[in-house]
């Protein structure tokens, strides 16, 4: 199980932008797993936002496809989320996940990602 932490989150404006980053320990490399963000607000269910596989293809919730972008850094323990044109709804916590058990790659079940951040807090004002 690998260490991961989300930092970037924020509070912003409605139509704002943010860059969540998720860094693993130094010296691990996200190469052989996806890797994905996954957002909770409160009294919600997780519900999953992108993820991106060791070949670079992505996936995104259809709630935030032209908004938000998965990427990984020139690092190879770095991921990013670049969420623009934020909105309300947007307002969770947002936390990354890897190590799906069995080379899991996708949004449906949280539980099948065995390493977590805490998370970063992202608030959006109308």
């Not at 404006?13 to 963000?37: E, F, M, P, T, V």
């Not at 999953?48 to 992505?58: C, F, H, K, L, S």
């Not at 990354?96 to 790659?105: D, L, M, Q, V, W």
Request: hydrophobic content about 30%.
């Amino acid at each position: 199980q690998v260490h991961v932490a989300e930092s970037g989150g924020g509070s912003v404006q409605a139509g704002g932008s943010l860059r969540l980053s998720c860094a693993a320990d130094s010296g691990y490399s996200y190469d052989n797993w996806c890797i994905a963000w996954f957002r909770q607000a409160p009294g919600q269910k997780r519900e999953g936002v992108a993820v991106i596989d060791n070949d670079g293809r992505t996936v995104y919730a259809d709630s935030v496809k032209g908004r938000f972008t998965i990427s990984k850094g020139n690092a190879k323990n770095t991921l990013y989320l670049q969420i623009n044109s934020l909105k309300p709804e947007d307002t969770a916590m947002y936390y990354c996940a890897t190590e799906g058990y069995g080379g899991y790659c996708s949004l449906a079940a949280p539980h099948m990602y065995n390493s977590w951040g805490q998370g970063t807090q992202v608030a959006v004002s109308s």
